[in-house]
């Protein structure tokens, strides 16, 4: 069944939409999803290419922009979550750091929960105020705190919830009705509830992160990442800055081989 067929999608349940959402046969119709090892794509004719660069069609062009491999995974994760849109990058790091730094700028502030991903809490307090953003760390779990932070002019809002490692449980709802007050967007890093036991887009957040590495993948074998939120942010906010700065999520794993291995020489690694 086609992605654009979605008829009857409303009343999949979730076992169904996450063996079938997002699917897309070519016309060969084949039964397993084909993986497209390509860095570009060919055109029709000159007038297409100059149209799809321009925005004019809708053409693959590039892998870095977008890969119909890549595209099924972000049809099917949008799915699940109830987003209208979502961009896979190349780790669950690489979509935090899109999510903040594609929307805020210099003179902008940040509040975030103290209960942070270790890496996520460098990007807030490190990475940031490297590039003039005002950033300020909350108890995630006192609302008189998150209160106080958002009484003025915020731009985005970060949390986790359930956080990692410590499992606090933050109000993602009262949260974001006070971050929306200030003028902040709130992002939410859902990997350890997952979309299936939490929906952070309908308690009020604006902004989903992943790690795909996590429960995405299941097995630890491979490194991505997945921003999911309403069209237009993605589409006028994310995408420009993921496809310029080269944060794309690769379409397949690569194989190296090594003779110091043992007993089998070949790996597959991400």
């Known amino acids: 069944m086609s992605n654009s067929d979605t008829s009857s999608q409303s009343t999949w349940r979730p076992a169904t939409r996450q063996l079938h959402a997002g699917l897309e046969r070519t016309a060969y119709g084949e039964t397993s999803e084909p ?22 069609v809708t053409h693959y062009q590039y892998s870095r922009f977008g890969n119909p491999t890549v595209a099924a995974l972000e049809r ?21 750091s899109s999510a903040l730094l594609s929307h805020v700028k210099a003179g902008d502030r940040v509040v975030a929960s103290s209960a942070l991903f270790g890496s996520c809490h460098w990007i807030v307090a490190n990475l940031l105020p ?21 009484s003025e002019p915020t731009a985005a809002v970060l949390l986790e919830s359930p956080s990692n490692p410590m499992l606090e ?31 952070p887009l309908e308690l009020g957040a604006d902004v989903v992160v992943y790690s795909c590495t996590k429960h ?11 921003v999911l939120g309403r069209a237009q942010w993605i589409t006028e906010t994310l995408q420009p800055f993921t496809r310029n700065t080269g944060n794309a ?6 194989g190296s081989c090594s003779k110091d291995l043992k007993p089998s020489p070949c790996v597959w690694t991400p």
């Open 35 to 56: 993986v497209f090892l390509t860095s570009g794509f060919v055109y029709d004719s000159a007038e297409q290419a100059a149209q799809t660069f321009t925005g004019e």
């Open 216 to 226: 995405i993948d299941g097995q630890g074998r491979v490194l991505g990442g997945a």
């Open 169 to 199: 449980i933050l109000d993602i709802a009262a949260i974001s009705a006070l971050a929306h007050k200030a003028g902040a967007i709130v992002v939410v890093d859902n990997v350890f509830a997952s979309p299936v036991y939490q929906k």
């Open 130 to 150: 490297r590039y003039g953003v005002t950033t300020v760390f909350v108890d995630g779990t006192n609302m008189d705190e998150w209160a106080e932070a958002l």
């Open 249 to 254: 999520f690769r379409p397949s794993m690569r």
């Open 76 to 96: 099917r994760l949008a799915d699940l979550e109830g987003a209208e849109a979502c961009v896979a990058t190349s780790t669950g790091m690489g979509a935090v």
